[in-house]
């Protein structure tokens, strides 16, 4: 007889589907909508934009440590519980989420793609950047 781990979880979220899980999913979800919208019309790189640039990059990144919390959370419920199929269910709409939000860093590549070396270099010497 197989058991299914027995992880406590509460360190991610109180309980799967609950009301500050629900708004966690619903805060990324309009934040990754955001930064897809900020991306899109965010100047070019150049040395007048380095400010936006480098808030943009530091919002970036808190969103995507999130994302990275809800894959986390997701991927261990359904190693826990793999026949679970509103789990299973759940973890394709974050799979789906995450899409989202890999679509705001084509964006941030084809900026950087086209920004000239000194800047860039501006850019990722910013200290909002460390």
Not at 19 to 43: C, H, I, N, P
Not at 94 to 103: D, Q, S
Request: charged share 25%; glycine share 4%.
């Amino acid at each position: 007889m197989t058991t299914e781990p027995n992880w406590d979880m509460t360190p991610y979220f109180e309980a799967f589907g609950e009301t500050q899980y629900r708004g966690f999913r619903e805060s990324l979800e309009r934040d990754v909508k955001e930064l897809q919208e900020q991306v899109a019309a965010l100047d070019r790189l150049d040395a007048s934009s380095l400010t936006p640039w480098a808030d943009f990059l530091v919002r970036l990144e808190a969103v995507t440590a999130r994302s990275t919390h809800l894959a986390s959370y997701l991927g261990c419920l359904s190693a826990a519980a793999s026949h679970d199929e509103e789990i299973r269910s759940e973890a394709a709409s974050a799979a789906a989420a995450r899409a989202e939000l890999e679509k705001v860093f084509v964006g941030v590549r084809a900026a950087f793609d086209v920004a000239p070396q000194q800047v860039f270099e501006q850019l990722v010497g910013d200290p909002k950047l460390e």
